[in-house]
């Protein structure tokens, strides 16, 4: 196992940070920000490779499984929980798990991550198999709880992949599809909520969306199956009626409540006109 240290541990590229007024401490926070998208953008073929082996087994009857502790656990139970609204799909399609369980998203628990053997525990609960896609997140990718979860999963014939923010980590040596995102020295040393965070959010954005996108669940550029939960998604429902069909906001309305999907009713005048 490659010993390094992770570069999410580098020292910062700044110091005497209490010393900063809060202009140059935001200022130099972004300056740092600038940086992430750059870094991501030379993964995406890396990320085009993972996205290109979770869309078939989604579309087979798979699921698409995210493991992390901490920040990164949160972002992959994040990524998770907003793909039934935004895309219609079942809560059970991608499943997102954090060392700890749910009592971690909001309080730290002790040791949770150190364990290797749990993250196996807590994928088979959802009878996890070969149909699936399992993806760890870490920031340092030396993550027990990931690293153990990856490399079980693999012995079991699970497609594995990960996103980590160092490079030539045990995580990556231990996943099938690594993307490793650098993003270099935090603006306060190894507070990897900040940079790190950021670009694992991104590249969850970029998979998840173009994995929904691919599989169908995005027409045009709209979301035709998010779930009318409220009223703001309500209107947003009618405008893309409104736009596409080129009505009135009243007769859009109707068909909406009628058929509640913004999907059902652009079918259902497609096939009128058929």
């Known amino acids: 196992m490659n010993k390094k240290s992770p570069d999410t541990e580098k020292v910062s590229n700044y110091d005497y940070l209490e010393k900063m007024n809060t202009f140059e401490l935001l200022s ?10 750059e870094n991501v953008k030379k993964q995406i073929p890396s990320i085009e490779k993972l996205v290109d082996e979770i869309i078939p087994r989604i579309d087979s009857g798979g699921r698409l ?5 901490g920040t990164s656990g949160r ?27 749910d009592t971690a998203l909001r309080n730290a628990v002790e040791n949770a991550e150190d364990d290797t053997n749990q993250a196996w525990k807590d994928l088979q609960e959802y009878d996890i198999s070969e149909k699936d896609v399992l993806v760890g997140i870490a920031a340092s990718g030396t993550t027990p709880y990931v690293i153990g979860g990856i490399k079980d999963a693999r012995n079991n014939g699970i497609i594995t992949g990960c996103i980590t923010c160092s490079s030539g980590s045990p ?34 954005n970029m998979i998840s969306t173009s994995v929904m996108i691919k599989l169908g669940r995005v027409k045009g550029n709209k979301m035709v199956d998010m779930q009318l939960s409220n009223d703001k998604l309500v209107g947003r429902g009618i ?7 080129n009505i009135e906001k009243e007769q859009a309305e109707k068909l909406l409540l009628e058929h509640k999907s913004v999907r059902k009713v652009l079918d259902a005048h497609k096939n009128e006109r058929n």
């Open 75 to 101: 972002l992959g139970v994040l990524d998770a929980s907003e793909c039934p609204p935004t895309f219609g799909v079942s809560p059970g399609i991608v499943i997102g798990l954090i060392a700890g369980g």
């Open 28 to 37: 130099n926070i972004n300056k740092e920000d600038h940086t992430i998208a």
């Open 239 to 245: 405008r893309m009626i409104m736009e596409d069909l």
């Open 65 to 69: 499984f995210y493991i992390g502790a």
């Open 171 to 204: 995580l990556a040596e231990a996943s099938e599809y690594p993307i490793e995102v650098v993003t270099g020295p935090e603006f306060v040393t190894g507070s990897t909520r900040m940079k790190a965070g950021t670009a694992q959010k991104l590249v969850l």
